[in-house]
């Protein structure tokens, strides 16, 4: 039974002392094996605590009421159900944390977003804290937590581990040596695309970082074949996920009035300084999959390179959402591109929602194409 678009965006309210808290398909944090061991293990100290990675709440939970607890957020799903739950957060990367006010920080590690974005958040973390601050810490030793607990220690001193269970770890440590300024974080490279060359910036954590991935190239290759480099000018297209703009770029140059959403802050500032970089317009928006859409909006062709990498329920219910979305956002006759592994099953979803595809290619990935019923492109 697939996963309806008003099923995922559905906000699912828990009990919690003092209130609820709310959790939803996309949104990480909740029915974790790092959060729910850091629940069990956080506690109060001091005044003021940090959640620097925070989901939906579920690991900071117990500090509420009993600190006055800030959480920065970059996804906008997990946000969506923090502003529901009542909880103090705003929409920000871990490095734009003040610094030197905090007694207590938390930090989930943020092990599947890459080695740059972990040490980025390890530095904003121990920036964050006053001296003789203390930071919990929490991970899975088949995802990094020893080096990191190790790189944690060197920034701030004394460290142990508090808590084991199965492969989680969460460990506490304190501020005992000023902290170093933050690596620099923004990167650059060029790529040629569809006889093109581009400009693309990122910050850590974003996917592909410095290099465009195959699949995308693919999906541009198959589009060129089935609407020919002309066939998007003055077209109405929407990038489902769109990153930093790998599909996004390419698609302004060839005329397509182009709208870009995507979920992780970071990838949605790093789209913005590319398009400005290249001098290339569109409608850039941080969005739950379509949720930051009008309900009347509706495109003549949708394209995504569907999160697949990090693996896990959460991305796939975000992939599946994406078909939903795009099921829902098509105009009659218009087409929807997807490019994936070619061991995920996006096929009988795509018949059941659009009743026929089409496989444009295979190669490293495949990619899938489905028209809306009702007209002609």
């Given at each position: 039974?697939?996963?309806?678009?008003?099923?995922?965006?559905?906000?699912?309210?828990?009990?919690?002392?003092?209130?609820?808290?709310?959790?939803?398909?996309?949104?990480?944090?909740?029915?974790?094996?790092?959060?729910?061991?850091?629940?069990?293990?956080?506690?109060?100290?001091?005044?003021?605590?940090?959640?620097?990675?925070?989901?939906?709440?579920?690991?900071?939970?117990?500090?509420?009421?009993?600190?006055?607890?800030?959480?920065?957020?970059?996804?906008?799903?997990?946000?969506?159900?923090?502003?529901?739950?009542?909880?103090?957060?705003?929409?920000?990367?871990?490095?734009?944390?003040?610094?030197?006010?905090?007694?207590?920080?938390?930090?989930?590690?943020?092990?599947?977003?890459?080695?740059?974005?972990?040490?980025?958040?390890?530095?904003?973390?121990?920036?964050?804290?006053?001296?003789?601050?203390?930071?919990?810490?929490?991970?899975?030793?088949?995802?990094?937590?020893?080096?990191?607990?190790?790189?944690?220690?060197?920034?701030?001193?004394?460290?142990?581990?508090?808590?084991?269970?199965?492969?989680?770890?969460?460990?506490?440590?304190?501020?005992?040596?000023?902290?170093?300024?933050?690596?620099?974080?923004?990167?650059?490279?060029?790529?040629?695309?569809?006889?093109?060359?581009?400009?693309?910036?990122?910050?850590?954590?974003?996917?592909?970082?410095?290099?465009?991935?195959?699949?995308?190239?693919?999906?541009?290759?198959?589009?060129?074949?089935?609407?020919?480099?002309?066939?998007?000018?003055?077209?109405?297209?929407?990038?489902?996920?769109?990153?930093?703009?790998?599909?996004?770029?390419?698609?302004?140059?060839l005329g397509a009035r182009v709208v870009a959403v995507e979920d992780d802050l970071v990838s949605v500032l790093s789209l913005k300084k590319s398009l400005e970089a290249n001098h290339l317009s569109a409608r850039v928006l941080h969005s739950d999959v379509d949720e930051a859409l009008t309900e009347e909006e509706r495109f003549d062709i949708i394209v995504t390179n569907p999160p697949f990498h990090v693996g896990g329920a959460v991305i796939l219910d975000?992939?599946?959402?994406?078909?939903?979305?795009?099921?829902?956002?098509?105009?009659?006759?218009?087409?929807?591109?997807?490019?994936?592994?070619?061991?995920?099953?996006?096929?009988?979803?795509?018949?059941?929602?659009?009743?026929?595809?089409?496989?444009?290619?295979?190669?490293?990935?495949?990619?899938?194409?489905?028209?809306?019923?009702?007209?002609?492109?």
């Amino acid at each position: 039974m697939s996963l309806t678009l008003e099923e995922y965006h559905r906000l699912t309210p828990l009990p919690r002392p003092g209130g609820v808290l709310y959790v939803k398909p996309g949104a990480r944090g909740y029915r974790d094996p790092v959060y729910d061991l850091l629940q069990r293990v956080v506690a109060p100290f001091g005044q003021r605590a940090l959640d620097l990675n925070p989901g939906v709440g579920w690991g900071s939970l117990p500090l509420e009421g009993r600190m006055a607890v800030e959480r920065l957020e970059t996804s906008r799903a997990a946000f969506r159900c923090l502003e529901a739950s009542g909880l103090k957060a705003r929409l920000a990367p871990p490095w734009e944390a003040e610094e030197g006010v905090f007694d207590l920080v938390v930090l989930a590690l943020p092990a599947g977003r890459g080695t740059a974005y972990v040490q980025a958040s390890l530095v904003a973390a121990a920036r964050a804290l006053r001296m003789g601050g203390r930071l919990y810490l929490a991970g899975d030793k088949n995802k990094g937590f020893e080096r990191y607990f190790k790189e944690a220690r060197a920034l701030l001193g004394y460290g142990e581990v508090l808590e084991r269970k199965g492969p989680v770890r969460v460990a506490l440590l304190e501020k005992e040596r000023e902290a170093p300024p933050l690596p620099p974080l923004w990167q650059s490279f060029r790529a040629p695309l569809l006889g093109e060359a581009y400009t693309f910036f990122h910050l850590p954590g974003v996917f592909s970082a410095g290099k465009v991935d195959r699949a995308s190239v693919l999906l541009l290759e198959a589009l060129r074949g089935e609407v020919g480099l002309g066939g998007l000018r003055e077209k109405a297209v929407l990038d489902l996920g769109a990153g930093y703009g790998a599909l996004t770029l390419p698609l302004v140059r060839l005329g397509a009035r182009v709208v870009a959403v995507e979920d992780d802050l970071v990838s949605v500032l790093s789209l913005k300084k590319s398009l400005e970089a290249n001098h290339l317009s569109a409608r850039v928006l941080h969005s739950d999959v379509d949720e930051a859409l009008t309900e009347e909006e509706r495109f003549d062709i949708i394209v995504t390179n569907p999160p697949f990498h990090v693996g896990g329920a959460v991305i796939l219910d975000v992939a599946q959402a994406f078909v939903e979305a795009a099921a829902a956002r098509l105009k009659p006759g218009g087409g929807f591109f997807l490019v994936a592994n070619p061991f995920l099953k996006y096929e009988p979803l795509l018949e059941e929602r659009f009743g026929a595809f089409r496989t444009l290619l295979v190669r490293e990935y495949k990619v899938l194409f489905a028209l809306k019923e009702g007209g002609r492109r």
